[in-house]
């Protein structure tokens, strides 16, 4: 039933977590929250570019993103729409693993497109900062203001003679935001068409002699009419209204609050049909996912490709050469047992906690994510058993594999403790350590290789130490207060 496999991790380990069944984003959030329904009326059929984050309440980097999506949510206010989609609930879950969807938080474009309610969805894999997202949200929204010059404005105010027309006067070249915005609110019931100051014929022909100036021509007959507010959108919205109403999507809340909200569907109605989207008659099965496809495929966008198994460190030397090293940051090594026979096969678990490690590395590699290294040291490497020893795990049976984290430079080391080596479970403790979450113990000495003691970095506090990891994980915000620095954050996983 479910459709990918990252469904199948999210629901396996929802089992294993306290879930808080609310979404992040409150009631009075700029963020306008979505379900799978509401997702087709007031994204996929809009005329607005949105951004949607797909997200699980759960997830740490969901909610780091929590201050810079609602800022990015208050600057696009009336300009493109900020969505979020809880996919943590039940009737939201198969939608989006339709979107292919694989981890939170995931942030796509929708743009519209020539053929009504088949939005362009893009991955956007840019900054997680507000300034980040803003932009290229801007970059996305379509223009339908018409650049008009001396030569041929008469046309155009030919053209669809009764609907009403607005000229923007401006000495700019460029189109901006606020006016495509205006022209998307407006699209089908009053054209916009803007024209530099130096077609002088233009501005003669309506009197204008200061720029910026917005003229509204109500009707063929009708008299223009001179805007001379301020250049805002609310106002600029309600001069505009005399001569046409704004389409149903007018975007902003400005706009909202002159309308009835819709009403959420998923509180009245029971989500008897879990698979709604995939009701839609205009979904096309053979869709891809790519930046070209206009909607969501029905199939699950990812075709897993097996992962390439993790490095393997052999001897003593690569192992320190790798991770032990004064200056090594963080490393994962997977410390397999040893085989009581030299041809014998691994035990489940090590086979399990190795194919995970594979594809959590793998998944990182394909979205071009920084992780720190991944390794499988096997227990006929003598560096194995020397680090067994140093770090008190001696005593474990010699039939279980390891799986340890260490920092030489930072001086400190963690083990993974579960006895499940499933995807979900080792992801969430490299998703802990990406975070700098969790008990860290002291590298005892000696480990590192060629450090004076007295040069060895104690253990740092815990916040300086997420902030340490942060910069490690390619100087990611984990910061609020950092968000508007332009640091560029990895697009991460659950
Ligand atoms: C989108 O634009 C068309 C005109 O092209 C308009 O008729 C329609 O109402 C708009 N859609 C929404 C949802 O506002």
Not at 99 to 119: A, D, E, R, Y
Not at 313 to 334: Q, R, Y
Not at 337 to 365: C, M, R, V
Not at 370 to 387: E, R
Request: charge should be negative; aromatic fraction near 4%; include cysteine.
């Amino acid at each position: 039933m479910l459709p990918s496999a990252s469904l199948l991790f999210v629901a396996s380990l929802l089992t294993a977590l306290p879930v808080n069944a609310d979404g992040i984003y409150p009631k009075n959030s700029p963020v306008l929250q979505l379900n799978s329904k509401t997702y087709n009326s007031l994204i996929a059929k809009s005329n607005h570019t949105s951004i949607v984050e797909f997200y699980a309440p759960w997830c740490g980097h969901c909610q780091s993103l929590k201050p810079a999506y609602e800022k990015a949510a208050k600057n696009l206010d009336g300009l493109a729409k900020v969505a979020a989609i809880n996919c943590d609930e039940d009737e939201n879950k198969p939608f989006c693993g339709q979107m292919g969807v694989q981890g939170f938080p995931t942030l796509k474009i929708v743009t519209p497109s020539k053929k009504p309610g088949k939005p362009r969805v893009e991955d956007y894999k840019g900054a997680r900062t507000a300034k980040g997202i803003v932009d290229a949200v801007v970059d996305h929204i379509p223009n339908h203001v018409k650049r008009a010059s001396d030569k041929d404005l008469d046309k155009w105010l030919g053209q669809d003679e009764d609907r009403p027309k607005a000229i923007l006067f401006t000495e700019k070249g460029t189109t901006s935001t606020l006016i495509r915005a205006l022209a998307i609110d407006f699209l089908g019931a009053i054209d916009i068409a803007q024209i530099r100051n130096k077609e002088t014929a233009s501005l003669k022909k309506f009197g204008v002699t200061d720029v910026p100036a917005l003229v509204l021509i109500p009707g063929p007959n009708a008299e223009p009419k001179i805007y001379e507010g301020d250049l805002k959108k609310k106002p600029i919205t309600e001069f505009l209204s005399q001569a046409a109403k704004p389409n149903p999507d007018a975007s902003g809340r400005a706009a909202a609050d002159s309308k009835p909200k819709p009403k959420p569907k998923q509180k009245s109605k029971p989500a008897s049909k879990p698979t709604s989207v995939a009701d839609e008659p205009d979904i096309n099965p053979t869709a891809s996912q790519d930046q070209d496809s206009t909607e969501p495929s029905l199939k699950p966008a990812h075709v897993p490709i097996p992962a390439p198994p993790i490095p393997t460190l052999s001897t003593p030397e690569s192992v320190e050469a790798s991770c032990l090293a004064p200056k090594s940051g963080t490393c994962v090594l997977a410390l397999l047992p040893g085989a009581s026979e030299p041809d014998a096969a691994l035990p489940q678990s090590a086979t399990d906690a190795l194919a995970s490690l594979a594809d959590i590395g793998h998944k990182h590699a394909q979205r071009g994510a920084h992780l720190f290294p991944l390794y499988a040291v096997p227990a006929i490497n003598s560096g194995s058993g020397i680090l067994r020893e140093a770090l008190g795990l001696q005593a474990d049976d010699a039939q279980t594999v390891q799986l340890i984290a260490l920092n030489a430079r930072r001086g400190w080391w963690r083990r993974y403790s579960a006895e499940d080596f499933g995807g979900v479970a080792v992801e969430a403790w490299i998703d802990s350590i990406r975070l700098g979450e969790g008990a860290k113990e002291k590298l005892p000495e000696g480990i590192i290789i060629g450090a004076e003691p007295e040069t060895k970095q104690p253990v740092a506090e815990p916040e300086a130490e997420a902030e340490a990891e942060a910069d490690e994980a390619d100087a990611e915000s984990v910061e609020p207060e950092a968000e508007e620095a332009e640091q560029t954050v990895e697009h991460d996983e659950l």
